[in-house]
């Protein structure tokens, strides 16, 4: 029987059986719509409030400052749309390696003429220039948003948000940061943290796909970006995802009771597949930080390798072997251009790049596998 190997977690993970029972619970017992006043309402609020609580008490801030979303992209689109409209924001200071929900974003306010861009300098590993980002914040004359993410979900790049927080502090400005890649993977202390907006979708952690939320530090006061209900304290018209939401909500608490180990175990899949790409694969290197593992996402390698005559078909032959990885973003599959997050940190075209990313399902055996395969198509090129 064909094996299949998944190492595409970046891009979505498969859910966790726990999740998936929680959630047929819920559609069986709880089909009340939460805004119904009886009895049958009632319990799925109640279910709807206790996840939030849930997901608030993680990340140590307020139930009240969590919205409910379908996803990371409305999140984003929520947080930076509803700044420029309602904050009096006028100029956007992001980089060139954003994931599209927040980089089509700004372009969609700068095209309308709601506000101006500017783009921080980073380096040829993705890493934020501070420096330039202080020099654009005393440069800027109106109020500002920063918008950075917290990981980059191609190259693995992290930035440091209590760093990125104080400049902004400093500076009198607004600072969001898309954690999607990061949240259940990392611990937030969002008491300790002063930040504005950060976001969330529960299928980077073995939760749901099509639901998110969107943190909203109690200090601000926006309207909301979709008009309908009373729903989310009238933040977010429309009937809630019910299912989904108790399913991020649980997808989180696994995630989070479990984080340690889960870290550990990922980072030495990630070690061992570093080890053997540098022994086995001769001009072998990697983009971004992926492979430092104290300055990356764990859960994200990204491999660049020689150039073969076979690069345009490595993830094609890899997926013939039943090896599920992306060449870049998968988030933009379909479009047959290049990743702009390779393109922006000036990575060499001829390059082929296979972003690996890995989950707590992963082993070393998937790994010695996929190698297998990766190497037999170097050698069969080479003989
Ligand atoms: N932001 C980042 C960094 C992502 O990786 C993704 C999804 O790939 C998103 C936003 C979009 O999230 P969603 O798929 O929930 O809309």
Avoid: W
């Amino acid at each position: 029987m064909k094996r299949s190997i998944y190492f595409d977690n970046a891009a979505t993970t498969p859910m966790d059986p726990e999740v998936v029972r929680t959630m047929a619970n819920i559609m069986e017992e709880s089909y009340g719509n939460p805004s119904s006043t009886h009895h049958l309402g009632r319990k799925t609020k109640s279910h709807l409030e206790r996840s939030r609580k849930s997901v608030a008490k993680h990340l140590n801030c307020l139930p009240g400052e969590i919205f409910f979303t379908s996803g990371g992209t409305e999140a984003d689109n929520m947080a930076l749309i509803c700044s420029v409209r309602d904050l009096g924001v006028r100029h956007i200071i992001t980089s060139s390696i954003e994931h599209h929900a927040v980089s089509h974003t700004v372009d969609y306010l700068v095209k309308q003429g709601s506000c101006t861009a500017s783009y921080v300098n980073i380096d040829e590993r993705g890493n934020v220039d501070l420096e330039d980002l202080e020099r654009l914040l005393s440069n800027s004359g109106e109020k500002t948003l920063v918008s950075l993410m917290h990981a980059n979900n191609e190259i693995g790049t992290l930035i440091s948000l209590g760093d990125v927080s104080r400049i902004c502090r400093r500076h009198g400005a607004y600072f969001h940061s898309d954690t999607v890649q990061t949240m259940s993977h990392f611990r937030y202390d969002l008491a300790e943290l002063d930040i504005d907006f950060i976001t969330c979708s529960a299928h980077k952690f073995h939760g749901p796909k099509g639901v998110g939320f969107l943190y909203i530090n109690k200090e601000l006061r926006i309207h909301p970006l979709i008009h309908g209900g009373a729903q989310e304290r009238e933040m977010r018209g429309g009937t809630e995802n019910i299912y989904g939401i108790v399913g991020l909500a649980k997808a989180m608490d696994v995630a989070y009771s479990e984080l340690d180990e889960h870290r550990r175990h990922i980072e030495g899949v990630k070690a061992y597949m570093v080890d053997r790409l540098r022994q086995d694969i001769e001009g072998v290197e990697f983009n971004g930080e992926s492979a430092d593992l104290s300055r990356s996402l764990y859960t994200v390698l990204n491999v660049s390798l020689p150039p073969t005559p076979l690069s345009a078909m490595l993830l094609f032959n890899l997926d013939i072997y039943g090896i599920c990885v992306s060449g870049g973003s998968a988030c933009s599959s379909g479009s047959d251009k290049g990743s702009h997050v390779l393109e922006g940190i000036g990575s060499d075209p001829d390059r082929p790049a296979v972003r690996f990313s890995f989950s707590k399902y992963n082993t070393r055996t998937d790994v010695d596998y996929a190698l297998e395969k990766l190497i037999g198509m170097y050698s069969a090129v080479e003989s």
